[in-house]
């Protein structure tokens, strides 16, 4: 999240709207090919001061990408990843919008059952405490993790609560920076964090955000 596009997309736009160029407020960064972005919105502009912008227009690069260079081989490396690496136990997927302008297009979106969360999070704990290629991608994103510089909301979620980011995941709690805990926030106030050392996973299977996250999250990872 350290692209350098802060200055056309993302939450650092002022005031924070979900769309992409202040030129033109109605156009959301999810609902445009990113063909049409680089070549109508990014061409010829210049890349900013790297700091932390938090927006899907990265993310939907990445999965575009790993689409492109997979090919027809794409649902081969879901197989080979979530069940055999994983194994996972019902169906998951990621969304592929079939509406224009979004047609072709793979975004970051990804469903499962709630248990296979919990099977994907025990394997992520599982391969970074036994050092496997997987685990080592992991401390390594670790290592390179940015700050935020955002002033942390203690009641909200795991994303407003912690100082740095890296990989997709978010790290260093308030409090517990020294602990190594990562954490990934969904839809609805979902949540899923992982605790390296002590070996703990906690999971918020939820619809909406009116819970009281700071005390059936935060307090219960701090122990």
């Known amino acids: 999240m350290k692209a350098g596009d ?17 030129k033109d407020k109605k156009i959301n960064v999810n609902m445009v090919r990113l063909n049409t972005l680089m070549k109508d919105y990014f061409q010829g502009t210049k890349k ?19 689409i492109h260079k997979t090919g027809d081989d794409w649902e081969k490396l879901l197989h080979k990843v979530f069940n055999e690496h994983v194994k996972v136990k019902d169906n998951v ?15 970051y979106s990804f469903y499962a059952t709630r248990y296979d969360y919990l ?7 599982d391969d970074w405490n036994n050092n496997t290629c997987a685990g080592k991608y992991l401390k390594t994103i670790y290592e390179r993790r940015i700050n935020k ?21 978010h790290f260093d709690f308030v409090g517990l920076s020294k602990r190594k805990i990562l954490a990934m926030d969904g839809f609805g ?20 955000m009116h819970y009281n996250w ?3 999250v935060y307090k219960k990872i701090k122990k």
């Open 149 to 169: 510089n955002i002033k942390p909301e203690r009641n909200k979620n795991s994303a407003s609560y912690t100082k740095k980011y890296g990989g997709q995941f």
């Open 6 to 22: 802060q200055k056309y997309v993302g939450e650092r736009i002022k005031p924070r709207k979900d769309n992409i160029l202040k």
């Open 93 to 107: 997927y990621f969304h592929q919008t079939g509406q224009y302008p979004l047609k072709g297009s793979g975004r």
């Open 48 to 66: 900013s001061k790297p700091v932390y912008n938090y927006s899907a227009l990265t993310t939907n690069v990445i999965m575009n990408y790993v």
């Open 119 to 125: 099977r994907i999070a025990k394997t992520i704990m």
């Open 189 to 208: 106030g979902q949540q899923i964090l992982i605790d390296f050392e002590k070996k703990r996973i906690i999971v918020v299977n939820t619809l909406d």
């Open 214 to 216: 700071r005390k059936i």
